[in-house]
């Protein structure tokens, strides 16, 4: 019986040690896998800055603000001359949080770089856009490609001190009024430079500019789509904006309440800003009044730790007709995921800035275009690659058979091969065909023929040129052509239809004159069925090259297609194998003569199991070296196997973040920026990686999960989750001390209460399963997407997990604490009344009588009699005029004081009872042994004193540990505040401050168990609400606040406590019940 109560008592603590295990296995992971070094590679940017301060010509403005020019070039310049011929196009960069507005120097120099360089080569514009993802029709869009840009780019920065704007939305708010400020001052100076040089006679411009092109960086990014629909900005001076890596749906560090509801008020003006006017009666008014602003949100990938690209989405806030979301790793020229700091620099991606700014201006007015599409058009022609387009889930592509009619418009090359440029004919006879130099032939492929036994796929590779190296025709069969239009005329040609990917660096001869390895592929081309019905013959011409001193030319042109079936190169790499790869890598090989696409399908989302892929050559069809043993030198397999096939590239795609491509891939891993089994999650469960492998060679891949790879990637992810689930364990807790309390029944303590609430099934079911079942229902009551269930219920359950460890640890932390201050404290009071009572010791005899009459002054014995009014009155002054945080710190102080009172009477009365038992003790020992004594009468009085302090402590601990966390949800807030002193502060904001005033209100009514005021709740339909049922309800409401990430929805379910217990003691007072009466239990015996 023994042992089966131990088994009992023991079998908590080890859910509670089983769960902290897990929380410090997963938290050190994390680290270690944040702590390790990215390679982004990106190459740095050089520039040689001058900033221009303009004059403040507004006394309204803030004062610590400013607003600069940024000028390129070494030389010393006059600043006043350099703004009278201010004539370019006005760019506006707004800095992030605790950002400099000297972050816009790599953008600017670039810039300037590129006017005066030109735009790109010809051949960049040769890749077609396949495909648009709705919005505006933009195939008739007019637009000349521009052979050199009409007008510079003058680049304006907002210095906004460096303070932390994703840390409180008062300061946000006031970024973004300066930021309406700086762009009317701007226009301002473009006005006054213009008739600045009419009346000095000197050449003026006669266009004016009358927008301002933003560009922000994190939070920067939602400032300038702040103050697009700032009421005070003037019509139309905002009509382009770019953001870099900034955060459109919430805030990412969603805490303050102020600041989810200004990320909320500013996004529902944009849904408001693209719905067309209307009077009260449904008549037509006017447009929408953001129908001429284009936004482009660019992310920078998984590599971003700071803003996921989750948050940067545009979905649900501004239209595919007037912006598109784009990750740095599938914009042109650029395929790189990198940090949140490096996408400002990072030379790749700010040349492609600078560029498509650059193209936005119009050659007839010298500033950017006014049509709506055609921005549009020229952003998307600009950053978007047709191979991310293309590969849209691993869809073949469509191919118009309208391609004839549209061949004058330029979607056929523009170079043209004269008939006699290409030597005989090749007819293919196998479905995989290699070209290996540019011999100048061509080859027909029998589609018919070919594409036989489910083969009717066909992909191409190659790193040659399209049309100036490679082209490829459909060719229809003249007997089944029902046209009467020669053969000639209709030939399609799909080279156009080919799409660039990066290629890695170029190989190297060994030494002269030697073959080198094959050159990585630089373009592809997929067609499926529907792509080729109605066409007999595939071919693929190349281009000649003349050879070099009578020799043939080196191997380093590469070309492979082939027929497959997509079916044979299939891989399911399911859930258990990921897992299991932790610690056993999971081994795929392919064999010679396989697709060339291979398809590997994984379960579960690599944007939470991050995977590492290698692909080693394991044969290329050579058996033999054909040299006898002993003479085949340093040749081996794997070298000449590298001089016959081209490095594999893998392709992976995500709807959020897009494509992500990894080229000559030989061990990497492969992630993607997604935010799989989230409550409001379309992100597919599963993730397909394509690899794009030489069928020529067989290969042996493996695939391995590495652990801190997940933990990090989960930390990310599901941080903010974590945090709204653990004030639902901590209400949760709460609710399991009242109701015990309400069941006549000790308070138990909070790490008892967090233990029991992971007991299985039942509480285990009510608390964490229930809320999961809850939010799906809702979902499918408001024909919401529902995420994919299981990954969002085992991800959900870790995050609970998590959530029990954190509060767990954090309890035992803070109770250790008071334990130890209490027997500090009683320790130093014993020892100090044992030294009063030596008379000798005269100075502590007088301090003692000197602090007695101080406590002993009417002030003092009021404020000690008055001491929850005269705290109450303290925290919500500072909360209402300071800052929230200080006066959760007062709240904080009160429940600390209170439980370290407890614990040293506890300490104290346990000291007592010990002293006793060895008094009675030793008595006993001197009486004779058969004798009984009466036990002391003050035993039981003392006993029920320690349980009674025992339950006063353990139920202000669990309010000191709600109020905590939410005292720490305003600390990042605080340390802004703490940043602006002296700067001219403002009082916070009415809802962080109402909030705060309900949580202290909570802390102050409820502070005993006894006197608990949410005891007092009147009965509906003839049951009373207890304490345990609202306690239950507001975790539930914690627990949803943490599934949709914004976790400082919390504040709402506490701050409702505080207003219902303010409510029913105010109710009290009317009916002139001052004492509050319950069938409660001081002392029991």
Not at 25 to 38: R, V
Not at 831 to 840: G, H, T
Not at 995 to 1011: A, D, M, T, W, Y
Request: net charge neutral; hydrophobic share 40%.
């Amino acid at each position: 019986m023994r042992d089966v109560r131990f088994a009992m008592s023991i079998r908590p603590r080890l859910r509670i040690v089983g769960v902290v295990i897990l929380a410090a296995w997963i938290g050190f992971a994390a680290l270690f896998g944040l702590l390790k070094p990215i390679k982004n590679g990106c190459t740095m940017t050089y520039m040689y800055p001058t900033y221009i301060p303009i004059s403040v010509t507004d006394d309204t403005t803030p004062g610590r603000y400013g607003l600069y020019l940024y000028h390129e070039g070494w030389r010393k310049i006059d600043f006043k001359e350099h703004l009278k011929k201010l004539s370019g196009v006005p760019v506006l960069f707004i800095p992030g949080n605790a950002g400099s507005y000297k972050q816009v120097r790599s953008v600017a120099a670039e810039s300037d770089r590129a006017f005066q360089g030109g735009p790109f080569e010809r051949t960049f514009y040769q890749e077609a856009s396949l495909f648009r993802e709705g919005g505006a029709d933009t195939e008739f869009v007019d637009y000349d490609l521009p052979s050199q840009y009409s007008n510079r780019l003058d680049w304006f920065a907002v210095d906004l001190e460096g303070e932390h704007s994703a840390m409180d939305g008062r300061i946000l708010e006031e970024h973004t009024e300066y930021v309406v400020y700086a762009i009317h001052r701007i226009l301002d100076q473009y006005k006054e430079s213009h008739d600045t040089r009419e009346r000095e006679g000197a050449a003026a411009s006669s266009n004016l500019p009358h927008n301002v092109i933003l560009v922000g960086h994190s939070m920067g990014g939602f400032v300038a789509r702040a103050a697009a629909v700032h009421p005070r900005l003037r019509k139309s001076a905002v009509q382009t904006i770019i953001t870099l890596s900034s955060p459109h749906q919430s805030p990412p560090l969603a805490l303050q309440p102020s600041l989810g509801h200004y990320f909320a008020q500013v996004n529902r003006e944009w849904k408001k800003g693209y719905e067309v006017q209307t009077s009260p009666g449904g008549s037509y008014v006017s447009d929408p009044l953001l129908s001429g602003v284009i936004v482009v949100s660019i992310s920078g990938g998984y590599n971003d730790y700071q803003v996921r690209s989750k948050l940067e989405s545009l979905d649900g806030i501004v239209p595919s007709s007037h912006g598109f979301m784009i990750s740095s790793t599938s914009m042109k020229n650029v395929w790189l995921s990198m940090e949140h700091q490096a996408i400002l620099w990072c030379n790749q991606l700010v040349v492609q800035v600078s560029h498509t700014l650059l193209s936005l201006v119009d050659s007839k007015t010298n500033q950017p275009f006014s049509d709506t599409d055609k921005r549009l058009w020229v952003l998307a022609r600009m950053l978007q690659s047709a191979l991310a387009q293309s590969f849209n889930g691993m869809t073949p592509m469509e191919v118009s058979h309208e391609l004839p009619m549209l061949a004058s418009k330029g979607s056929t090359c523009s170079l043209d091969w004269r008939d006699d440029a290409l030597d005989r004919d090749l007819y293919i006879q196998t479905s995989t065909v290699t070209i290996l130099a540019m011999d100048g032939r061509r080859r027909w492929l029998d589609i018919d023929l070919l594409g036989s036994n489910g083969k009717n796929h066909f992909i191409f590779v190659t790193n040659l040129a399209p049309c100036s190296g490679v082209r490829l025709h459909l060719w229809p069969e003249k007997e089944k052509s029902n046209s009467n239009l020669p053969v000639c005329e209709r030939i399609v040609e799909v080279t156009s239809k080919m799409v660039l990917i990066p290629a890695g660096p170029a190989p190297k001869q060994s030494e002269p004159g030697s073959q080198t390895e094959q050159a990585p592929p630089s373009a592809v081309l997929k067609l499926g069925p529907e792509d080729m019905r109605g066409f007999r013959f595939l071919t693929i011409s190349v281009a000649p090259r003349e050879a070099v001193s009578g020799k043939p030319p080196v191997a380093v042109s590469m070309a492979v297609g082939q027929f497959f079936n997509p079916g044979n190169g299939a891989v399911e790499v399911s859930s258990q194998s990921m897992l299991l790869s932790t610690y056993w890598a999971k081994e795929i090989f392919l064999k010679e003569d396989h697709p060339l696409a291979y398809n590997l399908s994984f379960a579960t989302s690599l944007g939470l199991l991050p995977t590492t892929l290698s692909l080693k050559t394991a044969g290329c069809g050579i058996k033999t070296f054909g040299l006898p043993d002993g003479e085949t030198g340093d040749l081996d397999k794997d070298k000449l196997c590298k001089l016959r096939c081209f490095p594999p590239v893998a392709l992976a795609w995500d709807s959020a973040s897009g494509l992500h491509v990894f080229a000559n891939l030989c061990s990497e891993t492969i992630v993607i920026d997604s935010s799989p089994a989230l409550w409001s999650s379309q992100s597919s469960e599963k993730t397909t990686v394509m690899l794009l492998v030489d069928p020529h060679c067989s290969y042996t891949a493996s695939v391995h999960v590495s652990a801190p790879a997940i933990s990090s990637r989960f930390v990310l992810l599901y941080g903010p989750q974590i945090v709204g689930i653990s004030f639902a364990v901590v209400m949760f807790a709460l609710m399991r001390q009242a109701n015990q309390w309400d069941n006549k029944l000790s308070v138990p303590p909070l790490l008892s209460a967090v233990e029991y609430n992971l007991e299985m099934p039942s509480p285990f079911l009510l608390l964490a399963i229930l809320p999961l079942i809850s939010s799906l229902f809702y979902s499918f009551l408001m024909a919401q997407p529902i995420p994919p269930l299981t990954s969002f219920t085992v991800v959900s359950l870790i995050c609970y997990l998590l959530a029990n460890a954190f509060i767990s640890v954090l309890t035992f932390v803070s109770k250790f604490a008071f334990q130890a201050s209490a027997l500090v404290h009683t320790t130093v009071k014993s020892r100090c009344q044992a030294l009063e009572r030596n008379y000798s010791l005269a100075f502590l005899h007088w301090f003692s009588i000197l602090s007695s009459s101080f406590v002993c002054l009417k002030a003092i014995r009021i404020l000690k009699l008055n001491t929850k009014i005269v705290m109450t009155l303290v925290a919500v002054t500072l909360v209402s005029f300071v800052h929230p945080a200080l006066g959760l710190f007062v709240l904080l102080a009160s429940h600390a004081l209170c439980c370290h009172n407890s614990m040293c009477c506890i300490v104290t009365s346990s000291r007592r009872k010990e002293s006793v038992d060895q008094k009675n003790e030793a008595e006993r020992k001197t009486r004779h042994p058969s004798s009984r004594e009466d036990p002391v009468s003050g035993d039981l009085s003392e006993k029920s004193f320690v349980e009674t302090q025992a339950d006063i402590f353990n139920h202000r601990h669990g309010l000191l540990i709600l109020h905590l966390l939410a005292a720490l949800m305003f600390v990042p807030s605080l340390a802004a505040w703490f940043q602006r002193i002296g700067t001219g502060q403002s009082f916070p904001w009415f809802a962080d401050s109402a909030l705060c005033v309900g949580v202290i209100f909570h802390g102050i009514l409820n502070s005993r168990p006894e006197s608990s005021i949410l005891r007092s709740f009147p009965f509906l339909s003839g049951h009373q609400l207890r304490p345990h049922h609202i306690y239950l309800l507001a975790g539930y409401y914690c627990f949803f606040s943490g599934l949709e990430l914004a976790p400082y929805k919390v504040f709402y379910a506490i701050a409702s406590l505080g207003y219902i217990s303010l409510t029913l003691k105010i109710s009290q007072v009317n009916k002139n019940d001052l004492r509050f009466r319950t069938k409660s239990r001081i002392h029991r015996n």
